[in-house]
């Protein structure tokens, strides 16, 4: 029994992991330029802290992921993900996140 369980959860662990690596994400796209211009202001605004740098680069990141699903997320989705806010365009609808969200 137990092996028989084991053997499930590592195949399922494994087809998870393949299909994450094989989604496209918002990540896979090209950075828009207002998303660039807001992590340039991001970096300066940290004024050398790594710490500060690093969170509010993921801090971005993340806002920008959880746009391309729900644009009144922040008021800043537009310039985000402008690919889908306020119009979805042919790049954010070929995204799994938006096909399945």
Do not use: H
């Not at 195949?11 to 207002?34: G, N």
């Not at 807001?38 to 801090?59: C, H, M, P, S, Y």
């Amino acid at each position: 029994m137990n092996k028989l369980t084991i053997i499930f959860f590592t195949i399922l662990l494994l087809t998870y992991i393949i299909v994450e690596k094989e989604a496209l994400k918002i990540e896979d796209l090209p950075e828009p330029e207002s998303y660039k211009k807001a992590k340039q202001l991001a970096v300066k605004d940290a004024n050398g802290d790594k710490r500060a740098e690093g969170i509010a680069l993921d801090f971005l990141r993340q806002n920008r992921r959880n746009c391309t699903v729900n644009c009144d997320l922040v008021l800043t989705c537009p310039l985000l993900t402008p690919e889908c806010c306020p119009k979805k365009n042919d790049d954010c609808l070929k995204l799994d996140t938006v096909k399945n969200g």
